[in-house]
């Protein structure tokens, strides 16, 4: 069964970047689909980013054109490029594959 692990966030600046890393063990990742959510307090947890197997990719609308998904199959990781970070990205962000979720990782966008 494959085991997910969050790495990469922080507190930023508005306008700033950070990269999250999804890194998985204990399964054949390679054949599956990866999603990023997030959730901020009080709401609801929403799909942020997924890549499917293929390298296909979907986005929400209020990361489009701001953050992108990729995975390097060979170190068996999926990442989150995230660019030009709004106060309104803070949350708490996780990465998912099948119906494995990892722990978490927070992201703070404060000036």
């Known amino acids: 069964q494959v085991q997910l692990r969050e790495s990469g966030g922080g507190l930023v600046h508005p306008g700033g970047s950070l990269r999250l890393s999804c890194a998985a063990s204990g399964g054949i990742f390679s054949i599956y689909s990866v999603h990023w959510y997030r959730q901020a307090p009080g709401n609801e947890r929403e799909l942020v980013a997924l890549i499917r197997s293929g390298g296909s990719t979907r986005y929400a609308d209020s990361v489009k054109n701001r953050f992108t998904i990729s995975r390097n199959n060979a170190k068996n990781t999926v990442y989150l490029q995230m660019n030009s970070l709004k106060p309104e990205d803070t949350a708490v962000y996780y990465c998912?594959?099948?119906?494995?979720w990892g722990q978490g990782t927070q992201v703070t966008v404060s000036s």
């Open positions: 998912k594959c099948q119906e494995t």
